[in-house]
């Protein structure tokens, strides 16, 4: 069935530094969403992408729906950007939104 | 103002009591409405949707039901809790079959 495999599991970024996630896909996906999910449990949205690449502020997301996988890119990280990251992908099958398994962010001073 | 609203935020229940979450959307038409399920630490696995008052389809099947009774609520419920069924539920909404927005959640424990 359709899975998304995500990773790093888990990161750790000093202030100012910056990374990347990575989202693999096993079949082919109609669009993908990026979510960081704070403490208490609210998913915040970062990108919703059909293909192509966006920018927000300190945030990139790719997604190439023809490799099968998509990205995010963080730069000059900062203490608030700690949290949880999903990325989902949107299935061929109606309305299907398939997560990965996040990748918890830790940004230390 | 906030579009999407769950209730409650919270609830402890026991194992074989009868349970019922609900969700709201305020202010937009006829959207697509979902039910998610996260294990503490866990990832978001989704259980529910539908497109129309009246019409729900399952994803997967972990001994709960969903009603969509008027076109801005959507109810997730069951008649008998399991310890599984504890965790962090959300609802989420879509125009169609695009960018999907959650609310708040409600978090479970069943013991």
């Known amino acids: 069935g359709d899975q998304v495999e995500q990773s790093p599991s888990a990161l750790s970024l000093h202030e100012g530094t910056g990374s990347a996630l990575r989202c693999n896909f096993t079949?082919?996906?109609?669009?993908v969403q990026w979510f960081q999910q704070n403490s208490r449990g609210s998913l915040i949205n970062l990108f919703y992408?059909?293909?192509g690449t966006k920018e927000n502020g300190r945030l990139k997301s790719t997604f190439n729906s023809k490799e099968s996988y998509s990205t995010l890119h963080i730069r000059d990280a900062q203490l608030e950007d700690s949290g949880t990251y999903f990325c989902?992908?949107?299935?061929?099958?109606?309305?299907?939104?398939?997560f990965g398994q996040g990748t918890s962010l830790s940004v230390v001073p | 103002a906030q579009t999407i609203h769950q209730w409650p935020v919270a609830e402890i229940k026991a194992v074989g009591s009868p349970l019922s979450l609900g969700c709201t959307i305020k202010?937009?038409?006829?959207?697509?409405l979902y039910w998610y399920w996260q294990a503490t630490g866990g990832t978001l696995q989704q259980l529910f949707y539908?497109?129309?008052?009246?019409?729900v389809e399952s994803v997967v099947q972990l001994n709960l039901s969903a009603s969509r009774p008027k076109d801005d609520q959507f109810i997730l419920s069951t008649e008998k809790l399991l310890l599984s069924h504890s965790g962090f539920y959300l609802c989420?909404?879509?125009?169609?079959?695009?960018?999907?927005?959650f609310g708040p959640g409600t978090r479970l424990t069943v013991l």
């Open positions: 989420a909404w879509s125009l169609e079959q695009y960018e999907q927005y």
């Open positions: 202010g937009k038409s006829s959207p697509n």
């Open positions: 079949t082919t996906m109609r669009a």
């Open positions: 992408l059909a293909s």
């Open positions: 539908s497109i129309t008052v009246g019409q």
């Open positions: 989902a992908a949107l299935s061929s099958s109606f309305s299907k939104l398939v």
